[in-house]
């Protein structure tokens, strides 16, 4: 009975290995790719209609508390016409707000608000302990922003800026 829970136990380890080394690859497929487009949504946006600024501990979990994420959001009609970022983190970190800016640009600020996490591990290939972290944060800083604007753009118009 011993040796079949220490062999229940290896097969176990197996998997979780062999799920890892799925994530890891999926992760750096994404991240070999950003390097080559030069990380396509990276940059500041001018006059920004949402900007969110998440600074170490208050972040994604990108590591040290040296790290920080902003987001740029430009809203017409009610819908993300732009969407960029500009960061400090790790590839885990890059390649979860890359997929958010592709996946929530020219939506509705309803639809980018309800964003499902499964739609972004879906785009990304994977789904890791990290990525969640990772990917949680983002939709919690987006989430923040978009109601930061709702608040600020119904009671005096000006432009939303979330710090966390």
């Known amino acids: 009975m011993h040796s079949c829970w220490r062999s229940t136990k290896c097969s ?32 500041a946006i001018e006059n920004p209609s949402i900007f969110v600024e998440a600074v170490g501990e208050k972040m994604i979990h990108c590591g040290n508390t040296g790290n920080y994420m902003h987001l740029y959001i430009v809203v017409e009609e009610d819908r993300i016409e732009n969407i960029r970022y500009v960061c400090s983190c790790e590839p885990t970190a890059n390649v ?40 949680r944060g983002l939709l919690e800083m987006l989430n923040e922003g978009i109601t930061g604007y709702r608040r600020r753009r119904y009671s005096s118009g000006n432009a939303a800026s979330v710090q966390w």
Do not use: M, W
Request: aromatic residues 6%.
């Open 96 to 135: 979860a707000v890359e997929a958010l800016c592709a996946l929530v640009r020219g939506k509705s600020l309803d639809e980018a608000a309800a964003l499902p996490e499964e739609t972004v591990y879906s785009f990304i290939g994977c789904r890791g302990d990290e990525l969640k972290v990772k990917v």
């Open 12 to 43: 176990r380890n197996a998997v979780t290995y062999r799920i890892q080394l799925v994530v890891e690859e999926a992760i750096i497929r994404h991240y070999r790719r950003l390097l080559k487009t030069d990380f396509e949504n990276s940059g």
